[in-house]
């Protein structure tokens, strides 16, 4: 999969230097996946979140931080589009 918006990982990661380990893990993990559909992410990342408009949460470091990232399928590419130290309500309760 291809991945818009790598800058704003080392962005965050500069922010929050304990999770920069673990965004180059999911990184180098989701350059390599083939997701097709959702369930195939739920195969790699079982606490992933899937939500509504081919958006997901991914959990990152023990779930001390939130990725949100939207996926178009058909064409392999994933936009990072939010990141969160809240809790996952936040995301429940803005539109990401």
């Keep these: 999969m ?5 800058k704003a990982l080392h962005e965050f990661s500069d922010k929050h230097p304990d999770c920069e380990q673990a965004l180059e893990a999911w990184y180098h993990d989701t350059k390599r996946a083939d ?3 959702p369930a195939d992410i739920k195969n ?3 606490n ?3 939500l509504a ?6 959990n990152i ?3 001390q931080y939130r990725l949100v990232v939207a ?7 994933n936009t990072v589009t939010k990141f969160a130290t809240e809790s996952l309500h936040f995301f429940q309760t803005t539109n990401v």
């Design 71 to 77: 996926i178009q399928y058909q064409s392999d590419l």
């Design 61 to 63: 470091k023990g779930n």
């Design 2 to 6: 291809r991945i818009i918006s790598r």
């Design 53 to 58: 408009s081919n958006r997901v949460v991914f």
């Design 48 to 50: 992933a979140s899937i």
């Design 35 to 37: 997701w097709k559909t």
């Design 44 to 46: 790699v990342y079982r």
